[in-house]
Structure formats: structure tokens, C-alpha cells
């Protein structure tokens, strides 16, 4: 299995800075796609950022501009650095991990979820 926890979410005021890590651990063979997603009460999760194995990166328009998504593909982490904050991006942020793990029968694929961790953004 392959485990996902993040950190670094808390409270900051409109237009301030955080920045998110996520680390997985377990039985990893690689890990082709990290990112970030959000839900806001009362809202459907949406796709924050996400950045492949080979560095290349995608960002939801709303977001572009103001956060940036980086992974250290030797400790299987992702950070989201998270600048000019508005009230609106209140939200339990949660981090995904694709991949293959390393089991004695072959290689299985996975795709995990972190158990999330709250960012609100209020004065």
C-alpha cells in the first residue's frame, strides 16, 4: 500500500502565503503523477495542480500565475506554494499520488489520496 500525508495547510489572511507538502511512503516503485486537489464546503473536489515524474506541470486557470507545484522525486514528495491567497480557496486541500508499487507478483498500479488538510483564508 502506499500512504500519502500532508502538511502545512492553517489559517492566513487574504493574500498571504502557504505552502503544502505531501510525502508518500510504502511499497513504491515509481510515481508517475503527483498533485493537488480542493473541496470547498458544499463544493465538488476540483484539480488544483499536478507535475509528472519528468517535471512537466499543469494548473487549473483560476490558480496560474500564483501557484507553483514542485516535487523532490528522491524523498516522493510534492509541495504547492500557494501565494496571494483569496477567501475563496477555503478549502480541505488534498494531495494524489499515481504509480506502481513493488509487490512480489508484478508491478500494480496505484492511485492515493492523502487524508487532506484544511487551508482557510480569512481575515
Known amino acids: 500500500q502506499v500512504q500519502l500525508v500532508e502538511s502545512g495547510g492553517g489559517l492566513v489572511q487574504p493574500g498571504g502565503s502557504l505552502r503544502l507538502s505531501c510525502a508518500a511512503s510504502?511499497?513504491?516503485?515509481?510515481?508517475?503523477?503527483m498533485g493537488w486537489h480542493r473541496q470547498a464546503p458544499g463544493k465538488q473536489r476540483e484539480l488544483v495542480a499536478t507535475v509528472t515524474s519528468g517535471g512537466n506541470t499543469n494548473y487549473a486557470d483560476i490558480v496560474k500565475g500564483r501557484f507553483t507545484i514542485s516535487r523532490d522525486n528522491s524523498k516522493n514528495t510534492v509541495y504547492l506554494q500557494m501565494n496571494s491567497l483569496k477567501p475563496d480557496e477555503t478549502a480541505v486541500y488534498y494531495c494524489?499520488?499515481?504509480?506502481?508499487?513493488?509487490?512480489?507478483?508484478?508491478?500494480?498500479?496505484?492511485?492515493?489520496w492523502g487524508q487532506g488538510t484544511q487551508v482557510t483564508v480569512s481575515s
Open positions: 494524489n499520488a499515481q504509480g506502481t508499487q513493488i509487490q512480489p507478483y508484478g508491478s500494480p498500479r496505484f492511485d492515493s
Open positions: 510504502g511499497s513504491i516503485r515509481s510515481i508517475y503523477t
